[in-house]
């Protein structure tokens, strides 16, 4: 089955960086996709970055584009979201996405 495990969150000041990362497994991880989608408090699903299957085409919402960088490395079945320059916006649950499977996400504190 396929399972999506989020790692990497925590608290950091303004600034600050953080990498995430998501342990894929139970799919052919390079055949596919992935995206980051985070969660802000009281707030809904908001979509963060997305990587075709090759590593090759990456995309950002405006909120993230400069600062963030998604990657991964199909060796390790894994996608990244590289984070720099965080603001206290960015606070969130932090989830990797494949499809329709879903991580149990990260929280992603960014406060002084």
């Known amino acids: 089955q396929v399972q999506l495990v989020e790692s990497g969150g925590g608290l950091v000041q303004p600034g600050g960086s953080l990498r995430l990362s998501c342990a894929a497994s139970?799919?052919?991880?390079?055949?596919?996709?992935m995206s980051w989608v985070r969660q802000a408090p009281g707030k809904g699903l908001e979509w963060v970055s997305d990587?075709?299957?090759?590593?090759?085409?990456?995309y950002y919402a405006d909120s993230v584009k400069g600062r963030f960088t998604i990657s991964r490395d199909n060796a390790k079945n894994t996608p990244y979201l590289q984070m720099n320059n965080l603001k206290p916006e960015d606070t969130a649950v932090y989830y990797c996405?494949?499809?329709?499977?879903w991580g149990q996400g990260t929280q992603v504190t960014v406060s002084s």
């Open positions: 139970g799919f052919t991880f390079s055949s596919y996709a």
């Open positions: 990587i075709n299957s090759g590593g090759g085409s990456t």
């Open positions: 996405n494949v499809r329709t499977y």
